[in-house]
């Protein structure tokens, strides 16, 4: 890897706030290898007032010494760029454990909202396996997604599908979510959840109150059940959950208490891997 290369990496938000530690660990590495120690010019040494350092504190550190050794870092990097992707990648390894971790926490401790959840929409109730979905109606990815999310659902029979409306992108988002609750509330949910997806125009109340006359419902109840104390709560309880999960974005999938963030490229076969996975060694939370 280049130079041009490594400092590409470092765009990200990630990489900038490696910068300083990957500075701090190169430096106490350098220090530690040198055959010499850095020193003092003899001159500077004989004018230096001889007070006693504290105990336990460190020696100052000449302006010699901090341009030496910056040079050294500078160099080191110059000619080492990667290092700095290789602590990276290793922080962020750290970082997802650490996260995994947590996730877990909070799946055990809320794991009835999760997967047995009183008023979110659910594909096939009786499937033994929990696939959940965060999604937002506005959201570009969550479009894509589609296609994975309807193959999975008719190649694994065992899947139980609960779809989590998070409405963050927009007010029509959210008005959306309401159009989508109250469809459920007359059995209608999957198809509104196809073709609001399926729609390339923005997602907002009049195109779900569209879509909504078009799979069937009707209209005067469910704009009376847009109203509901059960969808407003339904709505607020999910985006409290993302919440504590971490969820930062859509769409975000949850197979048993595994997780897959976004919509990756291979997300069919991730989700078709990590099913068989819970189908063969149990969900301990579900």
């Given at each position: 890897?280049?130079?041009?290369?490594?400092?590409?990496?470092?765009?990200?938000?990630?990489?900038?706030?490696?910068?300083?530690?990957?500075?701090?660990?190169?430096?106490?590495?350098?220090?530690?290898?040198?055959?010499?120690?850095?020193?003092?010019?003899a001159a500077?040494?004989?004018?230096?007032?001889?007070?006693?350092?504290?105990?336990?504190?460190?020696?100052?550190?000449?302006?010699?010494?901090?341009?030496?050794?910056?040079?050294?870092?500078?160099?080191?990097?110059?000619?080492?760029?990667?290092?700095?992707?290789?602590?990276?990648?290793?922080?962020?390894?750290?970082?997802?454990?650490?996260?995994?971790?947590?996730?877990?926490?909070?799946?055990?401790?809320?794991?009835?909202?999760?997967?047995?959840?009183?008023?979110?929409?659910?594909?096939?109730?009786?499937?033994?396996?929990?696939?959940?979905?965060?999604?937002?109606?506005?959201?570009?990815?969550?479009?894509?997604?589609?296609?994975?999310?309807?193959?999975?659902?008719?190649?694994?029979?065992?899947?139980?599908?609960?779809?989590?409306?998070?409405?963050?992108?927009?007010?029509?988002?959210?008005?959306?979510?309401?159009?989508?609750?109250?469809?459920?509330?007359?059995?209608?949910?999957?198809?509104?959840?196809?073709?609001?997806?399926?729609?390339q125009g923005?997602?907002?109340?009049?195109?779900?109150?569209?879509?909504?006359?078009?799979?069937?419902?009707?209209?005067?109840?469910?704009?009376?059940?847009?109203?509901?104390?059960?969808?407003?709560?339904?709505?607020?309880?999910?985006?409290?959950?993302?919440?504590?999960?971490?969820?930062?974005?859509?769409?975000?999938?949850?197979?048993?208490?595994?997780?897959?963030?976004?919509?990756?490229?291979?997300?069919?076969?991730?989700?078709?891997?990590?099913?068989?996975?819970?189908?063969?060694?149990?969900?301990?939370?579900?």
């Open positions: 890897m280049n130079f041009a290369n490594a400092i590409e990496a470092l765009r990200s938000r990630k990489g900038v706030a490696l910068l300083v530690p990957a500075v701090v660990l190169v430096w106490t590495a350098l220090a530690i290898g040198r055959s010499e120690p850095l020193r003092i010019p500077r040494a004989e004018t230096a007032p001889t007070a006693t350092a504290p105990s336990g504190a460190a020696p100052a550190v000449s302006a010699e010494r901090r341009q030496e050794i910056e040079a050294i870092i500078k160099d080191y990097l110059t000619n080492n760029p990667e290092i700095l992707v290789e602590m990276q990648t290793a922080l962020e390894a750290k970082m997802d454990k650490v996260q995994a971790e947590r996730t877990a926490v909070v799946i055990k401790s809320n794991a009835s909202e999760i997967f047995h959840p009183a008023f979110s929409g659910v594909v096939n109730p009786k499937g033994e396996v929990p696939v959940l979905e965060f999604f937002d109606y506005n959201c570009g990815y969550c479009r894509r997604a589609l296609s994975d999310v309807t193959k999975l659902v008719e190649k694994e029979k065992q899947v139980r599908l609960i779809l989590k409306e998070l409405p963050i992108l927009s007010k029509g988002s959210e008005d959306a979510s309401r159009v989508a609750l109250a469809v459920k509330m007359q059995g209608r949910y999957w198809e509104f959840y196809r073709a609001m997806f399926e729609n923005q997602a907002n109340e009049a195109t779900a109150l569209r879509i909504a006359e078009k799979v069937g419902v009707d209209m005067a109840k469910l704009k009376k059940d847009m109203a509901s104390p059960e969808i407003k709560k339904e709505i607020e309880g999910t985006r409290a959950l993302a919440q504590k999960l971490g969820i930062q974005g859509t769409p975000h999938f949850m197979i048993g208490d595994r997780v897959i963030p976004g919509a990756p490229e291979n997300l069919l076969d991730r989700m078709t891997k990590l099913v068989a996975e819970v189908r063969q060694e149990g969900c301990k939370v579900c």
